[in-house]
């Protein structure tokens, strides 16, 4: 069975830094999609970036562009996404998602596996 497990979220200022890891198990993922959306209280869950499994293709939104970077670690399953110079927009619970598909996309429908979420405070 499929699971995603994010960690790394936590409460801090603005303009600090955040590391979260999605760990990854149950499936070869070598033909997986990844996803970060998050989801501030009253808001609809949004794309913050995804990459396919290889790392050949990444994908941001605007809001986070140059400040954010995805990757993967294959070795280990896990995908990481480095926050840097948070904002508190930023604020909200951040969800790793899987769906099995080369191709990365943006539209939350598309993705089938979910992790539990892990919550990011900035405060300004």
Known sequence: QLQLVESGGGAVQAGDSLRLTCAASGYAFSDFDIGWFRQAPGKEREFVSAISWSGGSTHYAD?????????VDGAKNTIHLAMNNLESADTAVYYCAAARDK???TDYSHYIWWGQGTQVTVSS
């Open 63 to 71: 809001s986070v562009e140059g400040r954010f970077t995805i990757s």
């Open 103 to 105: 191709m990365i996309h």
